[in-house]
């Protein structure tokens, strides 16, 4: 397989001010491969990018946002004796640099040395480049191989897939027969949804307000849905559970009242995992934490081996991604993408570019 030398990229020049524009292919260094990209999907950090940056994001004029993406392997750097060319594989954008004590316990998610390019830290879209290009080279640590059961468009939501679970398993998992809460029908709510139900959930309960994703959430398996809007979620779930309440709720909404509504909504000695994005500190009663001996959890991203333990569940339909998936547009139309996802245009759930 021959390489061109330019590539076509989105690349942020500014604040708001994303280009899509000529630059070269880069190279494989050691124990990384480049991917040809296929699609990557515009997760809710990319607009805040966009319109902010990150902190230890590359240069303006530089950076190429993206981390959901997954494409073809083109070419493998030195050492990478796993993968070889014509491989498909997503990437998940966390690399620890694997000799901090974090990263030696395996919570590399939340490597203590964040950032730092010289450690070996990596999170591609975020610190270094990442998928909005034709091209992107990733290390071997974070590709995941999935078969042609798969396309491009579905393995982009093994991160979102990853994010739920675990969020779940840090939370102490789910038990069968259990009753779940999902706070949230946004991408990584549904996805909640559809993991409850794969570990064994009795009963799974989504708790959101646009209709038309809870009608979504219905479709992937949520056995009853909750309007909050409408209804009192706290006195709809003390009904359905005869006072008892939720043993585990996946709080995904990152909305205050979200927030804080999770704490609510869990029985005495129940689990609550946070997934949420919060932009701004949330008030929970952790009077009642202590009291109801409630173990609460954050999940930071999808750590541990979740991406390859998703794969067989997509693979084999248990977990769905066609409801989700429900906007398509080119790089060069990114930032048309970009708008429809944040103006959520046609209902969009998930957009993805397809370089
Ligand atoms: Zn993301
Ligand atoms: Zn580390």
């Given at each position: 397989m021959s390489l061109p030398k330019r590539m076509r990229a989105a690349v942020l020049?500014?604040?708001?001010d994303l280009r899509v524009v000529d630059r070269d292919v880069p190279a494989p260094g050691e124990q990384e491969v480049l991917i040809q990209v296929k699609a990557c999907a515009i997760c809710g950090s990319d607009p805040k990018i966009v319109a902010h940056g990150w902190p230890s994001c590359p240069p303006m004029g530089e950076y190429i946002p993206g981390h959901e993406f997954s494409g073809v392997i083109a070419a493998v750097g030195s050492g990478v004796t796993g993968y070889r060319a014509g491989e498909r594989v997503a990437v998940e954008p966390h690399k620890g640099c694997g000799h901090c004590i974090n990263c030696i316990r395996g919570l590399y998610t939340t490597?203590?040395?964040?950032?730092?390019l010289e450690e070996g830290h990596r999170h591609y879209g975020f610190t270094v480049n990442g998928g909005y290009a034709e091209y992107a080279v990733c290390h071997i640590n974070c590709i995941h191989k999935f078969s042609e059961t798969l396309s491009y468009e579905d393995a982009t939501l093994l991160t979102t897939a990853g994010t739920a679970l675990y969020g779940i398993q840090r939370a102490g998992g789910i038990w069968p027969g259990e009753t779940v809460v999902v706070i949230g029908p946004g991408p990584i709510g549904l996805m909640a949804v559809q993991l409850a139900k794969v570990l064994g959930a009795g009963r799974v309960i989504l708790v959101g307000t646009r209709e038309s994703r809870l009608a979504t959430g219905k479709e992937v398996g949520a056995d009853i849905t909750v309007n909050s809007r409408e209804t009192d979620a706290v006195q709809a779930i003390s009904e359905l559970t005869g006072g008892v309440m939720a043993d585990m709720v996946v709080e995904t909404s990152g909305s205050t009242g979200g927030g804080a509504q999770a704490v609510e909504l869990v029985k005495k000695s129940g689990r609550v995992a946070f997934v949420g994005i919060y932009s701004e500190p949330v008030t929970l009663n952790l009077n009642k934490v202590v009291q109801w001996n409630v173990q609460l959890a954050g999940g930071k991203?999808?750590?541990?081996?979740v991406l390859d333990r998703i794969v067989p569940l997509m693979e084999s339909g248990r977990i769905k991604t066609k409801p989700l998936l429900t906007h398509e547009f080119s790089l060069e139309q990114i930032n048309e993408g970009m708008n429809t996802y944040i103006n959520r245009v046609?209902?969009?759930l998930k957009v993805v570019i397809k370089p």
């Open positions: 020049y500014d604040y708001n490597c203590l040395n964040y950032g730092k991203a999808e750590g541990e081996d046609g209902n969009a």
